[in-house]
Nanobody, 116 residues
Framework: QVQLVESGGGLVQAGGSLRLSCVASGIFFVINGMGWYRQVPGKQRELVARISTGGATNYLDSVKGRFTISRDNAKNTVYLQMNSLKPEDTAVYYC??????????WGKGTLVTVSS
């Protein structure tokens, strides 16, 4: 099973930047896709960005050009660089990892708060 530890959330002013990290550890054969989702109270969790094993990425339209997802396969780590943050980016951000081809694990979430 995979354990995920997220870090990097916090409070930032609009226009600022934050970098989220998520480290996967445990017993697994392979890490496949890695991604970040976010959720605000009363709304469904939404995909923010995802990156494949080969580095292909996809983004939520509203974060394109501001957020960048990357991964370090040697460290089993996925990052989300968030620039030009807006108040509407405020949410709990969750790391998600697919491993061993058909298994899925969520992190506990890290809160990002953007003040106006």
């Amino acid at each position: 099973q995979v354990q995920l530890v997220e870090s990097g959330g916090g409070l930032v002013q609009a226009g600022g930047s934050l970098r989220l990290s998520c480290v996967a550890s445990g017993i697994f054969f392979v890490i496949n896709g890695m991604g970040w989702y976010r959720q605000v109270p009363g709304k469904q969790r939404e995909l923010v960005a995802r990156i494949s094993t080969g580095g292909a990425t996809n983004y939520l339209d509203s974060v394109k050009g501001r957020f960048t997802i990357s991964r370090d396969n040697a460290k089993n780590t996925v990052y989300l660089q968030m620039n030009s943050l807006k108040p509407e980016d405020t949410a709990v951000y969750y790391c998600n990892v697919q491993y061993n081809f058909n298994l899925n694990q969520w992190g506990k979430g890290t809160l990002v708060t953007v003040s106006s």
